[in-house]
């Protein structure tokens, strides 16, 4: 079975501030890892994903994703943040050979000016 | 990427009623799936599908649930007889055919069960 935990409910951090997404995940097989975020009454914007290849991944509005498979882990980060990038974000996976994405709880990011 | 569309927005409906949740791909993809997030808790996957068959389907997903794409455009997700706990927001995605798929979702469908 594939499960994901997202151990933050929040994350808050100062503008202009580095801010890391802590991902951990579990599958049987290969994973394919994502990150969505979610605005206020909108639905999931897709971020960045890892199939395979380089572990850091780059993605949409400067986010970029390390994966570690020793730690099972599949963070999302972002150099220096942006009063805009407060939303909930949800980190996914999907194991081979299927098709349903599971995904995390989700954490809230709070970027404070 | 466009997403896709999704009507309703919201939908507010008595319980024991039918309800019928529309989605409209944008571009011609290959894979449709549904996913439901009931309120302060996380998205869940209900049901995928794929050249007018379902491919793959949560344990949510009984006999309460049905799928199809009757005029090859919309996909549906109909829910026979609605009851208190399927309030919730549900997602309609869209994606494409082999591992490196992405899968793309729609603005979603708030259903309120009364």
């Known amino acids: 079975a594939q499960s994901v935990a997202q151990p933050e409910d929040q994350v808050n951090v100062a503008e202009g501030n580095p801010l890391t997404v802590k991902c951990t995940y579990s599958v049987s097989g290969n994973p394919y890892l994502f990150w969505y975020v979610q605005y206020p009454n909108r639905g999931l914007q897709f971020l960045l994903k890892?199939?395979?290849?380089?572990?850091l991944v780059k993605g949409s509005y400067g986010f970029e994703a390390e994966f570690n498979k020793s730690q099972t882990s599949f963070h999302l980060k972002k150099p220096s943040a942006l009063v805009s990038d407060s939303a909930l974000y949800f980190c996914a996976v999907r194991e081979a050979g299927r098709r349903a994405l599971t995904f995390g709880s989700g954490t809230r990011l709070q970027v404070q000016p | 990427e466009p997403e896709v569309t999704q009507t309703p927005s919201h939908q507010v409906t008595q319980m024991g009623q039918e309800v019928i949740l529309r989605c409209v791909p944008i571009s011609n993809h290959l894979y449709f799936y549904w996913y439901r997030q009931i309120l302060g808790q996380k998205v869940e996957f209900l049901v995928s599908?794929?050249?007018?068959?379902?491919?793959?389907k949560s344990e949510i997903f009984d006999d309460q649930f049905s799928v199809e794409r009757p005029d090859g455009s919309n996909f549906t997700l109909k829910i026979r007889s609605t009851k208190l706990e399927d309030s919730a927001m549900y997602f309609c995605a869209r994606g494409l055919a082999g591992v490196t798929e992405t899968q793309y979702f729609g603005p979603g469908t708030r259903l309120l069960v009364l």
């Open positions: 599908f794929y050249n007018n068959e379902i491919s793959e």
């Open positions: 890892y199939i395979t290849g380089d572990n």
